[in-house]
């Protein structure tokens, strides 16, 4: 897709999902700051998750902030995606 324009949000807060924000990151790679519940069990499959998402939408430098709620694969991979097009567009969040 490209270089980060801008931050770009998405998701709730609710149970069973995750709030993603995408931001430009200054130098190049990925840093993820995570918050979960279920962060020992399962913060580093989330933090997986959502580098591959990053990566196969051509993100190669971004910084990440997630809250998760107990969200699936498939909901943080669709929130990833959300949060990215919106970082792409005018306007952002």
Known sequence: MGKLLQPGQAGTIESNDIIVTVAPAAEDGI????????????GNRIREVIADTLVSLGVTQAFVQANDKGALDCTIRARVQTAVARALQEGGI
């Open 31 to 42: 840093v993820i700051e995570l918050t979960s519940p279920v962060i020992k069990q399962y």
